[in-house]
């Protein structure tokens, strides 16, 4: 069973940045497509960004975040990243990681990023 675990949340100042990462095991890596998603208090979950399997050549992001982060692999580290730089407040969520083969999804447990001064 594919079990995700991220790490690398935590308070940092408007402008600040953070990178997330999440550690997968289980499976063979390199054939998931990878993503963040967020989700905030009182809202659903959004998409991020994506970035494809093999070398990660296509990655994607929301219009919010896009010139911000940046989505990067490290398959053989099993790892994905998440750069969030100039941060702010209305990026705080709970970010979540997701793997994908055909049908098959799988989510992390989430870690709290919260951007405030």
């Known amino acids: 069973q594919v079990r995700l675990v991220e790490s690398g949340g935590g308070l940092a100042q408007p402008g600040e940045s953070l990178r997330l990462s999440c550690a997968h095991s289980?499976?063979?890596?390199?054939?998931?497509?990878m993503g963040w998603y967020r989700q905030a208090p009182g809202k659903q979950r959004e998409l991020v960004a994506t970035i494809t399997s093999g070398s990660g050549t296509t990655t994607t992001y929301a219009d919010s975040v896009k010139g911000r982060f940046t989505i990067s692999r490290d398959n053989p580290k099993s790892t994905v990243y998440l750069q969030m730089n100039s941060l702010k407040p209305e990026d705080t969520a709970v970010y979540y990681c997701?793997?994908?083969?055909?049908?098959?999804?799988?989510w992390g447990q989430g870690t709290q990023v919260t951007v405030s001064s």
């Open positions: 997701n793997a994908e083969f055909g049908r098959s999804a799988y």
């Open positions: 289980g499976g063979i890596f390199r054939i998931y497509s």
